[in-house]
């Protein structure tokens, strides 16, 4: 499973890189250490992605951790990119497809 993880991480920073919502400056600090989920109050979900997911979810696959079973970002992700001008459809289908590997459920795509 951690093979299939990785390469969806992976996938997940080339669309975020095709849709150009890939940042070469990380946040301040402080925008990082919110306690909202997702970090709602500081971040948007795009650098919510790059900077918090994909930076914990990498450490946890090379340390060897158990990678968590209890993830939705799906929902998160179709919320927050609606009337978006570019089209995440790529970028949705990736964080579907992780919520799936972590969880072990079908996750119910929108229409």
């Not at 799906?74 to 969880?103: H, S, W």
């Amino acid at each position: 499973m951690s093979a299939a993880v990785h390469q969806l991480l992976l996938s997940i920073e080339d669309e975020l890189k095709a849709l150009e919502w890939w940042q070469c400056e990380p946040p301040a600090v402080s925008a990082l250490q919110s306690t909202q989920p997702f970090c709602l109050d500081t971040l948007s979900l795009p650098q919510w992605l790059q900077f918090v997911l994909l930076p914990r979810l990498h450490q946890m696959l090379q340390a060897g951790q158990p990678l968590p079973n209890r993830i939705a970002v799906y929902p998160m992700a179709t919320e927050c990119f609606k009337g978006v001008d570019e089209n995440p459809a790529r970028l949705l289908e990736v964080i579907a497809q992780l919520d799936e590997a972590l969880t072990g459920l079908p996750v119910e795509r929108e229409a």
